[in-house]
């Protein structure tokens, strides 16, 4: 058994279903695997208290690859092949209350809804904003 560097612990196993080239096999997921739950290739297995070297059964979980990632991101943080990154901004409540803030709001030029768009703007889309361009280039406002 070996505790490799980003805190998983590896077991020699060479002639395991699992095993890498090198030998190895993931303990959390031999664990998961001769517990008789499905592995398929491109299956996560997710450990519950986030410790990585605490391989049992009660937790571990067997997740998708998007399922793993929005469960590491609820919980503030995502991790990849290029680091830890933060998130959990608050962007989506903030968002909410600013627009409830500004109440209705339209396109300036055809009048459209435009509750739905970024709280900054205030045209419905590229043509209300071309024709916005133009009628302000023909009246020399600039």
Same mark, same amino acid.
């Given at each position: 058994?070996?505790?490799?560097?980003?805190?998983?612990?590896?077991?020699?196993?060479?002639?395991?279903?699992?095993?890498? /080239?090198?030998?190895?096999?993931? !303990?959390?997921?031999? $664990? *998961?695997?001769?517990?008789?739950? #499905? +592995? %398929?290739?491109? &299956?996560?297995?997710?450990?519950?208290?986030?410790? /990585?070297?605490?391989?049992?059964? !009660?937790?571990?979980? $067997? *997740?998708?690859?998007?399922?793993? #990632? +929005? %469960?590491?991101? &609820?919980?503030?943080?995502?991790?990849?092949?290029?680091?830890?990154?933060?998130?959990?901004?608050?962007?989506?409540?903030?968002?909410?209350?600013?627009? #409830?803030?500004?109440?209705?709001?339209?396109?300036?030029?055809?009048?459209?809804?435009?509750?739905?768009?970024?709280?900054?703007?205030?045209?419905?889309?590229?043509?209300?904003?071309?024709?916005?361009?133009?009628?302000?280039?023909?009246?020399?406002?600039?």
């Amino acid at each position: 058994m070996s505790r490799l560097r980003d805190g998983y612990v590896d077991v020699w196993l060479p002639a395991h279903p699992l095993a890498r /080239r090198d030998g190895y096999v993931a !303990e959390h997921r031999k $664990v *998961v695997f001769e517990a008789g739950l #499905a +592995l %398929a290739v491109g &299956d996560h297995v997710h450990h519950r208290n986030h410790n /990585r070297a605490d391989n049992r059964l !009660e937790n571990l979980r $067997v *997740v998708g690859a998007v399922e793993h #990632a +929005l %469960a590491h991101a &609820d919980e503030g943080w995502i991790q990849n092949q290029y680091g830890t990154w933060r998130t959990g901004t608050g962007f989506r409540r903030r968002h909410a209350e600013w627009a #409830a803030a500004l109440g209705d709001r339209h396109c300036e030029v055809c009048g459209r809804d435009i509750n739905g768009r970024r709280l900054d703007a205030t045209v419905c889309g590229n043509s209300c904003r071309i024709r916005r361009w133009k009628r302000s280039r023909r009246l020399g406002l600039r």
